[in-house]
T-cell receptor, first 114, second 114 residues
């Protein structure tokens, strides 16, 4: 079956450095790709999304890149802060999916060292 | 916070029992989705409710059922509990006009089946 997955389960960075979290997907019909942040004891929190007709989108300190050729998605966090420590999930959604199913990857745990 | 609450926060049941988990959404959020998140994995879509009707379902058996009420609350019911049902159960809500990717998640109910 089609799936969304991540390359690395853990990532450790120094405070102030940039972080890059990667994600591979297989459903070429996906319309939206989303990054969520999940802190301990909380539900996932929306960070940023990108439509399939875009290849880059920027937010506050975050940038999402979409490469449809190789079906790859990445989240870049600039000047990573201790508060960025969390598990990050990519997810994809197809507007034409009658099941209204949003599919999540397994997650990457980001640890920021002071 | 997201304005989405869930109860109880933790629950322990034994195999074969039945469980009801509850979610309270923000006023005006008439679309609610439920997810199962096993330890160390991403959330998996169970089903979605809109205006008190199920309008999408993931790959979960019929013993997972739901209800949605006019007061923006909803329930997830699981019958004949199995050990593999141990997980964090998340609900997420959004207004009809909201994009699916910007749904608001509750903190989840952690269910342990012994």
């Amino acid at each position: 079956g089609e799936s969304v997955g991540l390359h690395l389960p853990t990532l450790s960075v120094q405070e102030g450095d940039n972080s890059i979290i990667n994600c591979a997907y297989s459903n070429s019909a996906s319309d939206y790709f989303i990054w969520y942040k999940q802190e301990s004891g909380k539900g996932p929190q929306f960070i940023i999304d990108i439509r399939s007709n875009m290849d880059k989108r920027q937010g506050q300190r975050v940038t999402v890149l979409l490469n449809k050729t190789v079906k790859h998605l990445s989240l870049q966090i600039a000047a990573t802060q201790p508060g960025d420590s969390a598990v990050y999930f990519c997810a994809e959604f197809s507007a034409g999916d009658n099941n209204n199913d949003m599919r999540f990857g397994a997650g990457t745990r980001l640890t920021v060292k002071p | 916070e997201t304005g989405v609450t869930q109860s109880p926060t933790h629950l322990i049941k034994t195999r074969g029992q039945q469980v009801t988990l509850r979610c309270s959404s923000q006023s005006g959020h008439n679309t609610v989705s439920w997810y199962q998140q096993a330890l160390g994995q991403g959330p998996q879509f169970i089903f979605q409710y809109y205006r008190e009707e199920e309008n999408g379902r993931g790959n979960f058996p019929p013993r997972f059922s739901g209800l949605q009420f006019p007061n923006y609350s909803s329930e997830l019911n699981v019958n004949a509990l199995e050990l593999d049902d141990s997980a964090l159960y998340l609900c997420a809500s959004r207004p009809t006009s909201g994009r699916p990717e910007t749904q608001y998640f509750g903190p989840g109910t952690r269910l342990l089946v012994l």
